[in-house]
């Protein structure tokens, strides 16, 4: 459902006709539902192996996993694309 719903967005952008409401907001409700299934599996697959006392430090490791890695990759992204002189260029 995640990806049908970035699927939706990418064509959502890419027409002509740019309606919110048609238009992107169909798309992002797919990407969240996907999400929330997604969530929920991820942590119970990573926790499942611990024993129960470790259940909310494991949980917690996983949760906390996830969106640092997504900033480390965007960083990595910035890093490696990005030019550090583009910003002292322009001029306002």
């Known amino acids: 459902m995640g990806a049908a719903g970035l ?6 952008l890419s027409a002509q006709d740019r309606d919110y409401a048609l238009g992107l907001l169909p798309g992002m409700v797919l990407t969240g539902v996907g999400v929330c299934f997604t969530l929920p599996t991820l942590v119970g697959a990573a926790v499942g192996s611990l024993p129960p006392a470790n259940f ?16 480390v990759g965007v960083a990595a992204v910035v890093a490696v694309l990005g030019d550090p002189s583009g910003a002292a260029q322009r001029t306002p």
């Open 7 to 12: 699927g939706w967005r990418l064509a959502a």
């Open 56 to 71: 909310g430090a494991g949980s917690g490791v996983v949760t906390m996993a996830r969106p640092t890695g997504g900033v």
